[in-house]
């Protein structure tokens, strides 16, 4: 029996390989340099990828895409805590029976309402 020989990466997959790295480090930094190195890697293709590097490539795409949703999805959660932190300084949050959320505005301030 025959051992079968691995293929290399396509360079493209190495770069999206070093880009999945960089966002599990939270390395936002290095995302546009390597964004213009993935686009080097597919312009210096001389042959047509094979199926295999396809798969190989798209598989490490959707990784990437998944963890970049995670991480947006984040940021929108942070960014919705912030504002409701920046809310509460200014108003008073109840809810009624029906579990809607109600919001009371005081205008004035606190030393107006002591």
Do not use: C
Request: overall charge positive; proline content about 4%; aromatic content about 6%.
């Amino acid at each position: 029996m025959q051992a079968v020989k691995p293929t290399p990466l396509p360079a493209a997959a190495k770069v999206l390989d070093q880009i999945y790295a960089a966002m599990l480090a939270s390395d936002y930094g290095a995302l546009a340099g390597l964004t213009v190195a993935l686009e080097q890697a597919q312009q210096w293709q001389t042959n047509p990828p094979t199926e295999t590097e396809i798969q190989l490539i798209r598989y490490r795409a959707e990784r990437n895409a998944a963890v970049l949703l995670a991480a947006q999805r984040g940021i929108r959660a942070a960014r919705r805590r912030l504002a409701d932190i920046r809310a509460s300084h200014s108003s008073f949050v109840t809810y009624d029976s029906s579990g809607r959320r109600a919001e009371v505005v005081e205008s004035r301030n606190l030393a107006q309402r002591l």
